[in-house]
């Protein structure tokens, strides 16, 4: 069963911090993502990657950088934490050669920047 | 570039009644089309995906979709709701090629009343 691990559940921080989200996933995926989850939004896509050392801007980069030195685990990076960064953030996964197939997600990480 | 659209950001409904949820699509190519449900707290999870083929797809938990090629749509429905069927659920669109991202929709919250 595919599994993506987000490292935690629940982070405050405070403004300015530099605030690191951790993803790993166990399945060899391609493919890995990062979108922030706001109410009436729905999924926005901040970056994604489809291979180690790639890394692609997705709809809403601005303030967020990510790194992927390994093809399991992809790192969401928050340079300077601002309060309207405060949301859920949600990792998942695919294959990169198999568009019909879905993406995996994470159970996801409440961030609050206070 | 594609899009989607769910017109309905919440649907109530009383447990055992029947339901839809609409979700509409625009695309200039070919899609695959899936719905996700996400319940609280946590991330999200394939309900059905619609690959080609028939148009009625069979999903987990009683749902399922008809894809209305005419009219760009991909409706979710299921006859009869439990309360444990209470969630987010969210409509998704993906081209065909293995770089296209997926788009999701702005999600329905479905709240069953007891």
């Known amino acids: 069963d595919v599994k993506v691990t987000q490292s935690s559940r629940y982070l405050v921080k405070r403004t300015g911090e530099k605030v690191f989200l951790e993803c790993v996933q166990d399945m060899d995926h391609e493919n890995m993502f990062w979108y922030r989850q706001d109410p009436g939004l729905g999924l926005r896509l901040i970056y994604f990657s489809y291979d180690v050392k790639m890394k692609e801007k997705g709809d809403i980069p601005e303030g967020y950088s990510v790194s992927r030195e390994k093809k399991e685990r992809f790192s969401l990076i928050l340079e300077s934490a601002s309060t309207n960064q405060t949301s859920m953030y949600l990792c998942?996964?695919?294959?990169?050669?198999?568009?019909?197939?879905?993406?995996?997600f994470g159970d996801g990480t409440r961030l609050s920047i206070l | 570039a594609q899009s989607v659209t769910q017109l309905d950001s919440q649907v109530p409904v009383f447990e055992e009644a029947p339901v839809e949820l609409r979700c509409n699509y625009s695309s200039s190519v070919s899609v695959y089309l899936f719905w996700y449900v996400q319940y609280p707290n946590q991330g999200l999870q394939l309900l059905l995906k619609y690959l080609s083929g028939s148009t009625l797809v069979k999903g987990i938990n009683g749902f399922e979709a008809e894809f209305n090629k005419s009219q760009t749509s991909f409706h979710l429905r299921k006859p009869s709701v439990h309360i444990s069927d209470t969630a987010e659920y969210f409509c998704a669109v993906r081209g065909w090629t293995s770089y296209d991202k997926v788009i999701f929709g702005p999600g329905t919250s479905l709240s069953v009343i007891p």
């Open positions: 998942a996964s695919s294959h990169r050669d198999v568009a019909n197939q879905p993406q995996h």
